[in-house]
């Protein structure tokens, strides 16, 4: 079973920092995803993808994903852009 760990970001529709910087551990998909024939919703019977779990550290997540045999890799967390920009340029 294997799993990814990632730090969450900041949602583009919040201006707060509640719930920044927790990992996540994802488990990836182990069956391909098939259309459903009456709906034609994507879906798949591994319900394991729907579990996501939280944590504080990197090192928890680590940790966790060690105890219970779970091959799990670390995504980096996305460096920030800040793109300063004066309200002048608005009319150049």
């Known amino acids: 079973m294997a799993a990814r760990?990632?730090?969450e970001q900041k949602n583009a529709m919040q201006?707060?920092?509640a719930r920044v910087g927790?990992?996540?551990l994802e488990f990836e998909s182990?069956?391909?995803r098939r259309a459903d024939p009456l709906m034609g919703w994507a879906g798949g019977a591994d319900t394991q993808e729907q579990v996501r779990?939280?944590?504080p550290s990197v090192d928890a997540a680590k940790a966790y994903a060690d105890r219970y045999g779970i091959?799990?890799?670390?995504l980096p967390p996305a460096q920030k852009k800040l793109h300063l920009q004066?309200?002048?340029d608005n009319f150049r």
């Open 53 to 55: 779990l939280t944590f």
């Open 22 to 24: 927790r990992w996540i």
């Open 86 to 88: 004066a309200y002048a």
């Open 5 to 7: 760990i990632f730090q």
């Open 71 to 74: 091959d799990a890799h670390v």
């Open 30 to 32: 182990g069956s391909a």
């Open 15 to 17: 201006s707060g920092k």
